[in-house]
């Protein structure tokens, strides 16, 4: 049986970050150690992050690898990080919430459909970043599982 995309196991509430650099390893450490991906995804993740940034409006930033790093994915997950005070993503933008992305094949353009339509609405993003309990999390991103 596949893995669950996101499970309790890939939340993290109230982090605090000094940097997007350090942000974006901690979303894909959890993937890492839950067994999504092999441990030089974090690089590539870091790397699209030169190429284009992840930031996506509304305090949301969706972190994921670049093309060639989908032979290091294992299983297809999300990693959810709720970071209340903020962390810089350059150009004045300030992201509270990680949605850390491994998808295997195009699976993931299904689920980044899914955060989308959800994030799109600034509520369910404040919300998210308010959330208090992992439940809550799973329960407003349930569309994804």
């Not at 998808?103 to 919300?127: F, P, R, T, W, Y």
């Amino acid at each position: 049986m596949a893995k669950e995309i996101l499970s309790k196991e890939n939340i993290q509430l109230g982090v605090e970050f000094s940097s997007k650099e350090e942000a974006i390893r901690y979303t894909g450490e959890i993937l890492f150690r839950n067994g999504y991906v092999e441990k030089t995804y974090i690089e590539k993740m870091l790397e699209r992050e030169e190429l284009t940034s992840t930031f996506m409006g509304n305090a949301l930033a969706i972190p994921h690898g670049t093309e060639d790093a989908r032979e290091m994915v294992n299983e297809t997950g999300l990693s959810v990080v709720t970071v209340p005070k903020g962390v810089d993503f350059g150009d004045g933008n300030k992201v509270q919430i990680l949605i850390g992305i491994a998808g295997k094949g195009d699976e993931h353009l299904e689920i980044l459909s899914q955060i989308a339509i959800i994030c799109s609405e600034v509520e369910n993003v404040e919300k998210l970043v308010a959330a208090s309990t992992k439940e809550e999390i799973l329960g407003l991103l349930r569309e994804v599982n």
